[in-house]
């Protein structure tokens, strides 16, 4: 029956289709952002979970993942919210891995009550890592003497414009070291019987989603609309749930809100910068 004729039957005669609802999660996993560049945490996306979740007729809530990580608190944050509204709405959590769901984005995959990927995907890395630069040296080359004043012995720890003491990284260590057991607890207690006892499971190594399903790190291999249509029927249609829009359409700000002044604008555009770079330094990790 052509669509103008369907939309004249009564709504209770017509045939209808499954929806599901889908959630698209894309890029290095930040707290804060700008408008320049979003960042993926959960002040950016917790609108768009909520959505999907209040669809009351859709019998799962599948989300799409590409990430190469980033912040373990903000990817926490959103472990916990997809899991808290899944439980509250007794609905079952689809999650499918585009390029990456690496570091933090395996561990924001763990909320999906299965977890599928396409044999290429990259999955993995349940590790913690951190970055930076040191300067020792810059600021007697440029005549620049810095000048610092605490009250705590401790507060200049890991200063990147003093030489490197071994004490700072022993610290900083066990911090990693216990963010790492965080995570290896959720990855043991979602993943279960299903992982295997392969040795270099929780070094921080990655693999292909091939790997991935012998390992136990993802249920199985394919597309979302291909698994979507196999369990739900070829009819099924998935709507892509995105932030919410005003009357005109447009994105509504997230926390924060729109644009400051002159000098907010300048800092926006710096801090961007930032961003940026240390987003390619996370992709380039995974060769992309």
Known sequence: ?????????????????????????????????????????????????DKAFAKKDAPAVAISINSPGGSPVQSRLIFERIRA?????????????????????????????EIFADPTSIVGSIGVVSGGFGF?????????????????????????????????IDYLKSLQAEVHEIFIDMVKARRGIRLSDH??????????GRRGLELGLVDGLGHMREVLRGRYGKDVKLELVGAARDFFGRKLPSVGGMFGNVDHIAAA????????????????????
């Open 136 to 168: 020792p040296e810059l600021l007697k080359k440029v005549g620049v003497e810095r000048r610092v004043y605490t009250s705590g012995e401790n507060k200049v720890i890991l200063d990147p414009f003093q030489p490197e003491k071994e004490s700072d």
């Open 1 to 49: 029956m052509p669509n103008y004729l369907a939309r004249l039957v009564p709504g209770r005669f017509r045939k209808k289709k499954t929806i599901i609802p889908v959630v698209r999660m894309q890029g290095a996993i930040m707290s804060g952002g700008s408008k320049f560049k979003p960042s993926l945490n959960l002040a950016n996306i917790a609108a768009a979970l």
């Open 269 to 288: 555009a710096v801090s961007g910068l930032a961003e940026t770079v240390e987003e390619k330094a996370l992709w380039g990790r995974y060769g992309l």
């Open 199 to 208: 040795p270099d499971l929780f070094s921080g190594l990655f693999w292909t």
């Open 85 to 113: 509204l899944a439980e509250e709405k007794n609905k079952p959590v689809l999650v499918f891995v585009e390029d990456v769901a690496a570091s933090g984005g395996y561990m924001i995959a763990l909320a999906g009550d």
